[in-house]
Nanobody
């Protein structure tokens, strides 16, 4: 069992930066692949970024590639999403998620555990 708590969201102007954090409770965090997804009302949850359990492999949606960096600190049971050059279209609730296998990392339905989400709002 893994419990996830996101933080770091907020209101930022276009062009600004935010770093989201996701703290995990559970002794097996280092064995889980982690992902970030986002969702706006009326739309499906969208893949943003993912990282393998070791941190060696990372994956990004085209919409954030080059502007975002996912990383993890297994000693702190935390995964991060650094987002730069933010755009109004990045506005969404951002969720972190965990899964036990480092496959199909872009597919939300394959994740086992989810956080409650943190709101990111980018003003123009």
């Amino acid at each position: 069992q893994v419990q996830l708590v996101e933080s770091g969201g907020g209101l930022v102007q276009a062009g600004g930066s935010l770093r989201l954090s996701c703290a995990a409770a559970g002794r097996t965090f280092s064995t889980y692949a982690m992902g970030w997804f986002r969702q706006v009302p009326g739309k499906e949850r969208e893949f943003v970024a993912a990282i393998s359990w070791s941190g060696v492999n990372t994956y990004y949606a085209d919409s954030v590639k080059g502007r975002s960096t996912i990383s993890r600190d297994n000693a702190k049971n935390t995964v991060y999403l650094q987002m730069n050059s933010l755009k109004p279209e990045d506005t969404a609730v951002y969720y972190c998620a965990a899964k036990s296998k480092s496959v199909a990392l872009t597919t939300s339905s394959t994740y086992n555990y989810w956080g409650q989400g943190t709101q990111v709002t980018v003003s123009s």
